[in-house]
């Protein structure tokens, strides 16, 4: 695209910033709760006092940038190339594990069974602008311990798109990348053509706790994907200020940065495109739609030139209402115009506490709008059409032009945002956009199909999911 791209950071502050990440690094040092990652640095020529409290030298940030891979593929169940995660190249998708789901049939919130999740991998299967999928809910049906393994399957089972998984602990990561090699044909052809990614969530920037780092170099060690995220929140676990707490939290990306390289040169990794959310000091609510922080963990992820891991398309509202849509369509447009690569949390309401499908489907228009207004314009003979101009003339219209029969279609049209007359609106059934919104989740999930893994490969899969069960 050719557009302009707006970045919130000028390159002095992103130097800056990634110059305070080293001081970070090198003169406070981090808390890494895994052995194995203490030694692996200690070998590389970091300090480590206290057990555990390690220091990084700025030798061993840049000789990790010089490994990590710029650019990160991502598959289809079908060994396609459908997301090159690099440049200014944007692509969408859900959250996962939502303790509360609003139903789209009722309105209501209530917590999510197993047939949920199944329902929002159908409805992402299903919708064009979802690029990749995550499991949405958390299901409250089933043994919460290996809850994770029946997210995996489900979602092997159901959709072609891309997968980005969680899971608890290191025994999750590995029962959820036996699958996906089950699916793919072996761990060559996985690592060779990944379809799968894991999001890790290590506890803070300052703060790396055992499990986090088990997968990382676990992950690491088979050269698959993941994404490393630090948790953040301003004024708690960081600075307040914007700056202050996005220096930490690049602090701790860096961490999985340098201990992906050193546990497998070229390694890809994706750091987080978001960062500097504060905690809300009125409700004490940790909020996803604030505006402060937003554009500064993607500049900076640019300025280094590493993919990154964003969030939009969520919503701080309690239902499908006017503010959802509004923090959902902001959001969304700040990625587009940002650059933000990876974007997920489309359809979370309640700061993250709730999904929606209704929602989701909502932000698939939005996307579709968005798409549109980013794309380029084409400025020619045809599209200026000055013959035709000439032609019809000041007494003349357009509509009934081949020019137009060839063109209007180029034009964006939406399904779920109203452009009737009133007494169509009315005849339609004078529905709001969360009503229409809800009609259409029904109607995707009456009619689509995802197209099925073969008997003896869900059969594979599932077998991990009950030894986990049984163990």
Not at 124 to 130: F, G, K, Q, R, S
Not at 294 to 302: D, F, N, P, S, T
Not at 361 to 380: L, P, S, T, Y
């Amino acid at each position: 695209m050719a557009y302009n791209y707006f970045t919130r950071l000028t390159p002095e502050q992103c130097h800056r910033l990634h110059n305070a990440s080293l001081e970070i690094l090198e003169r406070t040092g981090v808390r890494l709760y895994e052995p194995e990652a203490v030694d692996l640095l200690r070998q590389a020529g970091a300090q480590v006092s206290d057990g555990n409290r390690v220091r990084i030298p700025v030798r061993l940030v840049e000789q990790a940038l010089s490994t990590a891979p710029r650019r990160v593929v991502l598959y289809n169940r079908n060994g396609q190339p459908v997301m090159p995660v690099e440049g200014r190249r944007t692509f969408f998708g859900p959250g996962s594990d939502c303790l509360n789901i609003v139903d789209h049939r009722t309105g209501q919130r209530r917590q999510p069974a197993l047939q949920d999740v199944l329902e929002g991998i159908t409805v992402c299967d299903a919708l064009e602008h979802i690029d990749f999928v995550m499991s949405m809910f958390l299901p409250g049906d089933v043994n919460q311990e290996i809850a994770d393994r029946y997210q995996m399957e489900l979602m092997l089972n159901t959709t072609l798109k891309p997968i980005l998984f969680v899971t608890y602990a290191l025994s999750g990561c590995v029962d959820a990348i036996e699958m996906a090699e089950a699916v793919a044909g072996g761990a060559a052809a996985l690592r060779e053509r990944p379809s799968v990614a894991c999001y890790v969530n290590a506890t803070t920037g300052l703060n790396h706790n055992q499990e986090a780092l088990q997968k990382l170099l676990y992950l690491a060690g088979k050269g698959l994907p993941m994404l490393y995220i630090p948790g953040a929140m301003a004024g708690l676990t960081e600075p307040v200020t914007v700056a202050g707490s996005t220096a930490v939290k690049n602090a701790g990306t860096l961490v999985g940065l340098v201990l992906s390289q050193l546990t497998r040169e070229g390694t890809p990794i994706i750091v987080p495109g978001w960062g500097g959310v504060g905690l809300d000091m009125h409700t004490m609510v940790r909020p996803y739609c604030e505006p402060d922080h937003r554009g500064v963990a993607e500049a900076l992820a640019h300025a280094n030139g590493l993919p990154m891991f964003s969030l939009a398309g969520a919503s701080d509202a309690k239902l499908v209402d006017q503010q959802a849509g509004i923090e959902a369509a902001l959001t969304l447009m700040v990625e587009a115009v940002t650059g933000g690569h990876i974007v997920h949390d489309l359809g979370y309401l309640e700061s993250g506490l709730s999904g929606s499908l209704a929602q989701l489907v909502i932000c698939d228009e939005i996307v579709a709008w968005i798409k549109h207004f980013v794309q380029d314009i084409e400025v020619n003979d045809e599209t200026l059409a000055l013959d035709l101009v000439d032609q019809v003339g000041p007494d003349g219209q357009f509509l009934k032009t081949e020019h137009t029969r060839g063109h209007f279609r180029e034009r964006w049209y939406p399904r779920l945002l109203e452009r009737d007359n009133y007494a169509g609106w009315l005849g339609k059934g004078g529905k709001t956009l969360a009503g229409r919104a809800a009609d259409r989740v029904a109607e995707i999930l009456a009619t689509h199909k995802p197209k099925p893994l073969s008997v003896q490969v869900s059969r594979a899969i599932h077998a991990v999911v009950e030894r986990a069960e049984a163990a």
